[in-house]
């Protein structure tokens, strides 16, 4: 995939039929002919010597929060450490999965 970048414009040229598929997809919930479309924003970091991944998170879709099978002994807020989303938690409540990472207690 090529992007290519003109002051406010992006452009992705796709070069497999993997990735005309995925920028359908992709291109199919961002669009809503009817309503207003779908925005980006990113989310984390992207520096390329620690992951070539860039995240972003699609707003106005929504998403269903994950857990881990492991609970909280005490009150306490925890954080992910890629988006920098908080959440507090009870004691006995699960630990959310944010950006596909356990949050972690902040205490």
């Known amino acids: 995939m090529k992007i290519t970048i003109d002051k406010n ?16 997809s992709l291109w199919r919930v961002m669009v809503d002919c009817i309503n207003d479309n779908k925005r980006m924003e990113p989310i984390g970091e992207f520096i390329p010597s620690k ?10 879709v929504p998403s269903k929060t994950v857990y881990t099978d492991d609970e909280v002994k ?22 959310p999965v944010c950006c596909g990472l356990p949050m972690e207690d902040m205490d």
């Not at 796709?14 to 005309?20: A, H, K, L, R």
């Not at 005490?74 to 630990?95: F, I, M, P, R």
């Open 9 to 24: 414009v992006v452009e992705f040229t796709v070069d497999t039929p993997q990735e005309t598929a995925d920028m359908e």
């Open 51 to 60: 992951s070539n991944i860039a995240r972003f998170i699609i707003e106005g």
């Open 74 to 95: 005490v009150e306490c807020t925890v954080v992910c450490t890629v988006c920098n989303k908080y959440s507090h938690l009870k004691a006995g409540d699960s630990v």
